[in-house]
């Protein structure tokens, strides 16, 4: 990688979007190099960003449980986890960083949980037969953004890093083929600012609340992405959607938010529906032999922890053949009782009590189950008001994750030169399905030690590139084109509210392009989609002015863009006659249910244009596998 020397640095100026994982790392990891940066967040502080709200953990390649953990394990579990749709490169890069990642934090001072001995402890997520995933109780993703953060602020101390929060980015510019800086509205004024950068980061998250609910933050959404996508990035696999097998079910229509239960409760949780269909009976109540454990039944080397996409079906198909339990009869139990009560047998022996009766062990198994997973227990219960430490979990699966996002080279730069995209943002590095505790781990390997370098062959060539004033035309020219766009918000004075439109939005998301999709609802979803928008651009209500705080017109943006993307995922999904990973196209399985890839004609990257008339026109990036032998996925 050409490098840039630290003179040079002091004169480049770099804005970042996002102050997530991904963009408080980068930010603080080029400013601490040398480089002038601007980093802006939507939120009132840099350390609301969704990160936060991760919970299960890390993974790395660390090798610390000796294993047979290793770089290419990881490398390889990560690949097939994906179901053979990811670059193997960028996937490679990912697991060789993934050690320094945990060094780095550990130096910030990041709690992660700790054996007795100090050693740092493990454990397992989906997907993998190795204990590499890090974590910080049920919160891991608030601690590694502390970690960020305190390197943000530092910077930010020095005066290395200029920090917008309560900004949202709403265009690109580009200057001469390149991008040059971004239009920002200060969410407090309502004022429209903007901002030169010799280069311009996006780590603005993913795009799941396209279909309204989702695990993910009420905030997050797709339009820094999209609008780069309108100015020239492409946008990779849109349909790669995560769809997270432990949630709490939808309870009802009132509901704008759903919840995760961590994946690492499926360390200890066995997962079961009840035998025979339609069963009535409390949980307790059922006996053991009446009980269908179907992930232990059907994948017997990985059990409860096969990955998501897999899991999600299996808990589908149990729910629509008859077999689902509580009212909705779309949930299945997620059961501690037998881990509970081995842990208080363990427990018992350390406190010399032997022959322990089964109350004992429980009582003592509690506190362990407590001390791993309490603050989830704890979140379950407040949302339920069932009790998880008496009566198994009951979860569903729910969107939570989304694999698509603006394609990006190896370098992790768009089609836009000079524009990157980092984190949940950019599609690379996890295929059709991504591995749990894989995510944090992706957001932290691109800004700490990605960017910083391959950024380099970018600036390297932009040395004699002075700041552009910023009365450019081009500045200009796409102020008033936010302008404009807010105006008309305002303007159309309709009778709806923009929730109304989202709601409606991702009804068609879930029932058409959710956990199982068909040529025929694709179809439909497409032109349903496209009668939306219509009637939102001509129905929609915000009140209110543009120049003032006016969160219903931040919502609106949002939206709109929502619209636009989800025509998008609906081409991608139609476009891609196979089933993989989480794309599962129900015209293609294998006849015992399982997604079946066509590798001759669908190898590739969907990398999508955005077309004047919101048109979409498909680039293929073709995938080779040189270093992992393509077979068909097998968790058995
Ligand atoms: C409930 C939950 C639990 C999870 N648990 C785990 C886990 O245990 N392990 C794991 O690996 N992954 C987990 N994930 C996934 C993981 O948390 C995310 O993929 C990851 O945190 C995304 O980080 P990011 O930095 O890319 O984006 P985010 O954290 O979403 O940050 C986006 C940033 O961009 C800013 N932004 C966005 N748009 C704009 C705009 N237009 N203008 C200005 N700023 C903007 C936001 O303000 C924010 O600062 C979980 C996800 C959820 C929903």
Redesign the pocket.
Known sequence: MPLVNPANKRSIEIVV????????SAAATLAEMGYKVKC????DS?R????????????AAKNYQNDGDSVYRLFYDTIKGGDYRAREANVHRLAEVSTSIIDQCVAQGVPLAREYGGLLDNRSFGGTQVQRTFYAAGQ??QQL?LGAYSALERQIGMGKVEMFTR????DVVVIEGKARGII?RNLITGELERHFGHAVLL????Y?NVFYL????M???V??AWKAHKKGAFFGNPCFTQIHPTCIPVSGDHQSKL??M???LRNDGRIWVPKKKDDNRKASEIPEDERDYYLERRYPAFGNLVPRDVASRAAKERCDAGYGVGNSKLAVYLDFAANTERYGRIEATKHNIHNPDKATCVRLGLEVIKEKYGNLFDMYAQITGENPYETPMRIYPAV??TMGGLWVDYNLMTTIPGLYA????NFSDHGANRL??????Q?LADGYFVIPYTIGAYLSKELATKPIPLDHPAFVEAEASVKGILDTFINIKGTKSVDFFHKKLGLIMWEKCGMARNAQGLTEAIAEIQQLRKDFWSDVRVPGVANEFNPELEKAGRVADFIELGELMCIDALNRNESCGGHFREEYQTEEGEALRDDENYAYVAAWEFKEGVKFELHKEELKFENIKIAQRSYK
Do not use: D, K
Request: proline share 2%.
């Open positions: 979007v996002g102050s997530g994982l991904a963009g408080a802006f967040c939507f939120q840099p609301r960003a969704h990160s936060i709200a991760a919970q299960g953990g890390i993974n891991t993703g953004l900004h949202e980015m709403l920002a780590g603005s998250g993913g799941g989702s695990t993910n933050a905030g997050s959404n339009t820094a919840t995760l961590s994946e690492s939570h994750y980092l984190g949940e943002a749990g505790a894989s995510a944090l781990m957001g």
